[in-house]
């Protein structure tokens, strides 16, 4: 029998195919190409009244914008996002002309599928991600200084994985999702 925790052979390698790895390799680069191309990926997710309120902060080793994500990364994921050839800060439009009032309700639904988009395409493309909020919030939001309204979510690591998948990557099954909404708590 199928092994529940292992991605069915029916799903497309793309999606089968991704892992966030612990390790990239420093010699991997994402060259503009690249880097163009997973922007054109966001740029073609689906948003709720086609709202996009999606926005990027990208840098690669070596550019001087990197230098300014570094200090801000926790130890934790410091450890193999520094590897990575391009780091992805991610922000979505939560508040309209500066007010609280005005607010979107989709917009990290939809940043999230700009990014999963964004994640799709760098593996056709060879390249790894991993996504990550282990860095202080409050020290990066104060150095990249985003429009009033604006707010950063995560970060995304890209780059070659140095590693495969772990072991014992654990899913919950298809039939709990399913029926998750409606079970007694576990
Ligand atoms: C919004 C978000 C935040 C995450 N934050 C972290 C993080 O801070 N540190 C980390 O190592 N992984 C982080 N991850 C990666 C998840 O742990 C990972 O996707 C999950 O364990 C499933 O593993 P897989 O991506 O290899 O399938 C994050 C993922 C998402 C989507």
């Given at each position: 029998?199928?092994d529940?925790?292992?991605?069915?052979?029916?799903?497309h390698?793309?999606?089968?195919?991704?892992?966030?790895?612990?390790?990239?390799?420093?010699?991997?680069?994402?060259?503009?190409?690249?880097?163009?191309?997973?922007?054109?990926?966001?740029?073609?997710?689906?948003?709720?009244?086609?709202?996009?309120?999606?926005?990027?902060?990208?840098?690669?080793?070596?550019?001087?914008?990197?230098?300014?994500?570094?200090?801000?990364?926790?130890?934790?994921?410091a450890?193999?996002?520094?590897?990575?050839?391009?780091?992805?800060?991610?922000?979505?439009?939560r508040?309209?002309?500066?007010?609280?009032?005005?607010?979107?309700?989709?917009?990290?639904?939809?940043?999230?599928?700009?990014?999963?988009?964004m994640?799709?395409?760098?593996?056709?493309?060879?390249?790894?991600?991993?996504?990550?909020?282990?860095?202080?919030?409050?020290?990066?939001?104060?150095?990249?200084?985003?429009?009033?309204?604006?707010?950063?979510?995560?970060?995304?690591?890209?780059?070659?994985?140095?590693?495969?998948?772990?072991?014992?990557?654990?899913?919950?099954?298809?039939?709990?999702?399913?029926?998750?909404?409606?079970?007694?708590?576990?």
């Amino acid at each position: 029998m199928r092994d529940p925790q292992e991605p069915s052979g029916g799903i497309h390698p793309l999606l089968a195919g991704r892992f966030s790895p612990h390790r990239f390799d420093p010699s991997a680069v994402v060259d503009d190409r690249a880097l163009g191309l997973l922007l054109e990926a966001a740029r073609w997710a689906p948003s709720a009244g086609n709202s996009q309120p999606w926005g990027f902060f990208m840098a690669r080793p070596g550019e001087p914008e990197h230098d300014r994500l570094l200090p801000h990364l926790a130890p934790s994921s410091a450890r193999w996002a520094v590897d990575a050839g391009l780091l992805v800060v991610t922000l979505t439009r939560r508040h309209f002309d500066d007010t609280p009032l005005l607010y979107s309700e989709f917009a990290d639904y939809d940043l999230g599928q700009a990014v999963a988009h964004m994640a799709v395409q760098a593996q056709a493309l060879g390249l790894a991600t991993h996504q990550f909020r282990a860095f202080d919030l409050e020290g990066l939001t104060k150095e990249l200084g985003p429009n009033p309204g604006w707010v950063i979510v995560s970060m995304v690591a890209v780059g070659g994985a140095a590693e495969g998948p772990p072991e014992g990557r654990h899913r919950r099954t298809a039939a709990h999702l399913r029926s998750a909404p409606w079970s007694p708590a576990e």
